[in-house]
């Protein structure tokens, strides 16, 4: 197994070729709620995804930037499941 590293969106491709899989996770922003693309490894420890241009946290700020992301890294798909906040969690939460 490799050793847990930041993994950059330039690396996602890899990452899931030896067994890690995304997950996409709602937070709340000021101006609604986004998701943050998040990488999960086959022992269960996560991190976020950081942007190869930006070097921050990978964020969608609309569902359909997460589509469209998740189609280029799997144009086999037939569809993706865009989480939605945890019931009790408010305008207020992030």
């Known amino acids: 197994m490799w050793n847990p590293r930041v993994i ?12 890690g899989k995304l997950d996409y996770r709602p937070i709340h922003t000021p101006k609604g709620w986004n998701w943050e693309l998040w ?3 086959s022992t269960g420890a996560a991190s976020p995804v950081i942007s190869s241009k930006t ?5 969608f700020k ?3 930037a997460l589509v469209s992301f998740h189609m280029r ?8 499941w865009v989480p939605a906040p ?3 969690q408010d305008e207020g939460t992030e």
């Open 39 to 41: 990488a999960v490894q």
């Open 73 to 80: 890294i799997f144009p086999d798909a037939e569809g993706v």
């Open 55 to 59: 070097g921050e946290a990978r964020v």
């Open 86 to 88: 945890k019931s009790g």
């Open 62 to 64: 609309s569902s359909d």
């Open 8 to 19: 950059t969106t330039d690396a996602v491709q890899n990452f899931l070729e030896k067994g």
